[in-house]
Structure formats: C-alpha cells, structure tokens
C-alpha cells in the first residue's frame, strides 16, 4: 500500500516550457487535491476533485489545469510554466470531501528558471 | 473570509518537556473539522490529530493532545515529553465543509537537545 505517490520529485523547468505533475492513490479516496507551498504562506489549494469525474478550482488556479484520470489519478499541468510557478507542489486524497483526513504525497519541488 | 492564524513562526522546546502550538480560525459555521499536521525536513506531510468541532471532548493521540475553545476560535496543540523526532514545520488547518480546506503559514519547532 503505497498511499500517494508523485512524480517526478524534483524538476527545472525554463520559462514556456511546459510538463505535467502526476498523482496517484490507492487507498480508493473519492476526493483528490493539488497544493502549492510557498514559504510563509502555508498549502493553498490549486484545484481539486471531489469524485472522479469532477474538478473545480481552488484559491489559486490560474497557469494550471487538471485531469482527474480515473479513481486513482489526478495529473497537474502547467502549459507555460513562470517562475512565479516555482515552489513545491503537493498532491492529496481523502476518502470523501467532507472533512475526512487528507493523505499526502511526498511533493514535488519545482523551479522554473 | 476563512482564515486559520498560527502566530508564532518559530518555538524551542527542551528534549522531554512540553510545549504548547497556537492556532486561531475565523468562521461563521457551527459544524466543521480542525487538523493538525506534521512537516518534517522529509517533506511528507503527516496527520498528527483530527477534531470534528460538535465533539465537545478535545482529541488526544499520545503525546499529542488540543485544547480546543470553541467560542474562542482556537485549536492548539500539546506536546508532552517532546523528542528529538517531534522537530517540524507543523500546520493547523481548518474544514469548513465547502469542499476546501484552509491552512495556516506553520509553526516551526526546534527540539533542544
């Protein structure tokens, strides 16, 4: 049982280029999360997928977009990266949305020169 | 707006005594869920304790306990016989029920050897 996993961990990126963050789980969560931390300013909320099929932005949605793959998977794209995009991104799950515990990956850092 | 205030950015505590994290929240619902959650230097992020807001009885999990007043808007956190492991970024964070949960910037804790 592997929780959340992220790939990759760490990635440089110039600015424009684009990629794509991938998340996984396999604890059958309905409910899954991306977040960027960015020091001083705690996790805040990138878009999220309250069941599979669904996704709907969070505080900080733009330069980003989502694909909730199926149950398990949850990928993050960046389409033009900016250096304003650097910082460490964290991908959730939680059984459902309604203040179930939410589980971690292990976080991806990336640097967009 | 929702927030959630950890006021104090650093703490020290000496190896085997306590020490006590503070978190305020700003809300207007009755019902929601409050977190507390772990960073190490690893980066994974770690669910310390869990409390739903219309348990009147404050969450314990070992050396961890809250203090939570509801009235008051806060929810900190005790750590009793603190261990070298215990050193972290810790993060109070706050379920509202609007599919979004919201984080503090984090406390971080140093352990005296």
């Known amino acids: 049982n592997a929780g959340v996993t992220q790939t990759p961990k760490f990635q440089v990126l110039k600015t424009g280029q684009s990629m794509t963050l991938q998340c996984a789980q396999d604890?059958?969560?309905?409910?899954m999360y991306w977040y960027r931390q960015d020091p001083g300013m705690g996790l805040r909320l990138i878009y999220y997928?309250?069941?599979?099929?669904?996704?709907d932005k969070g505080e900080v949605p733009n330069g980003y977009n989502v694909s909730r793959l199926n149950k398990r998977e949850f990928s993050l794209r960046l389409e033009s990266a900016a250096p304003s995009q650097t910082s460490v991104y964290f991908c959730?799950?939680?059984?459902?949305?309604?203040?179930?515990?939410?589980?971690f990956g292990p976080g991806t850092r990336l640097t967009v020169l | 707006a929702q927030t959630v205030t950890q006021s104090q950015p650093e703490m020290s505590v000496q190896e085997a005594e306590t020490v006590t994290l503070s978190c305020t929240y700003d809300t207007s619902e009755s019902d929601y869920y409050l977190f507390w959650y772990k960073q190490p230097p690893s980066r994974q992020m770690i669910l310390v304790i869990r409390?739903?807001?219309?348990?009147?009885q404050n969450a314990t999990e070992n050396r961890f306990s809250v203090n939570f007043q509801k009235a008051a808007k806060s929810f900190s956190l005790k750590i009793s016989d603190s261990q070298l492991g215990d050193a972290a970024m810790y993060f109070c964070?706050?379920?509202?029920?609007?599919?979004?949960?919201?984080f503090g910037t984090g406390t971080r804790l140093k352990v005296l050897a």
């Open positions: 959730a799950s939680s059984l459902t949305q309604g203040g179930d515990t939410q589980y």
């Open positions: 997928s309250a069941s599979e099929g669904t996704t």
């Open positions: 604890m059958n969560h309905n409910s």
């Open positions: 964070a706050y379920y509202p029920g609007t599919y979004k949960y919201i």
């Open positions: 409390q739903e807001a219309y348990k009147q």
